[in-house]
């Protein structure tokens, strides 16, 4: 029985658009899964979790055995009901667990199995991955409410089998509408942040970070709470739009772009908790007193059951108007702010790929760009003036190469952004701020 209902809701940040063209508005969409009765507080369902396990040779000094330690303490929050895969891969992949129900006989089997984990080898990223999905996928063909959860660990580069970030992102968006979920763990500062953010999102996980091996189990531990947590999985926001109207997600690079039509992938969703996607549209011309609409819908499956479930359809229409009518306009402060924080998080992870890329002089003329629009549009929000002074901090440290961690941090901090999320290393990391804060000065 579905215990939840999907919950959508959307506006623009004006609702004017100037009839001679050129305007930029935003639309703000929130999806919320709500109880479909106010008595519904029902129990989790079955947990069907997979862990894929780097155990290459850069995984010694403590970090697989970190990485153990953390699966282990995973074992004390399962029940008999659940299910854990095992997967390790190094330059080979080996399945330790499979699907293995953790009742006690389950326990002392997957106690075992972990205790047997040793480095060896190069990093076979995508086999260690597949096999994982493979093992859980089995355990949930005979049960839709076993949805697979795949957690990849890792603290490097993928260096054998498929290494292109494209093409994993590819086979994490396959992979999720097939309805498995993959979420990742970078381990250390020499993960790829942009392999592991692009398998994560569009994958419909988390991208999650231990710089320090006694993080390692806060996070995972944290990742597997949000799983048990979750009362939707898989949500899918469909925008249709207008003719001559180009629609770009902001932050989320788990899109669908097609003439009319865009698609974003959400992830999932714990009840009460809503998600927000901020979409930027470009208008054409129009007639004044014309409008232009824009149509969303919303789908998920309900985590407990495997359900499919739809929300009611909205509209909403941005009316072409006259250029005094369109200046002197009102706009929404919530919606904008909301835009103004996805903005910001947009901007952030993509100067710190850009440095990561050593291209500096685009960096230097994007960060030019973005702020001189993003300051005149945020500068009177709440919370405006420190994201325009955070992003000038961010311009001007952008003329040489920063440190792995600082770019690490900022890519975090622009996933937890847009997805809400908790940081699950705990309160007393310093800021991303600081981090870039402690790069050489361009001025």
Known sequence: MTMHRLALSAGFDRSIAWAQGGSVRYLVARVEALPATPEDRAERGPLNIALAIDASGSMGGGKLEAAKRASLALLGRLSPRDRLTVVSFASDVVTHLRAVPMDEAGQVQASHALGQLQ???NTFLSGG????????AEAAEWNPGLTPRVVILSDGHANEGITSPDALAHHAGELRRRGVITSTLGIGDGYDEALLAAIAENGGG?????ERTDEIEHVLLGEIGEAM???????HLSLTVPAGVRAEPLGLSAAEAQPGRLGLSLGGLSAGVPRTAVIRLFCPTGEPGTGLDVVLSASATASRSGDHLDAPEVCCRLTFGMGRENDRQPRDEAQSTDAARAWHAHVLRRAALLNRDADIHEAQTYLGRELAHFTRFARELPGGPEMIEQLEL???????????????EMVLHSALAERSGLD??????SHWTAHIANEPDAS
Do not use: I, N, P
């Open 129 to 136: 991955w597949f096999a994982a999905v493979d093992a859980s």
């Open 206 to 210: 988390r991208l999650h970070d231990a």
């Open 424 to 429: 699950h290393r705990g309160t007393s990391r």
């Open 394 to 408: 961010v311009r001007r440290r952008s003329d040489r190469r920063w440190g792995e961690r600082t770019r690490k």
């Open 229 to 235: 947590a979750q009362v939707a999985d898989a949500v």
């Open 119 to 121: 480095t060896r080898g």
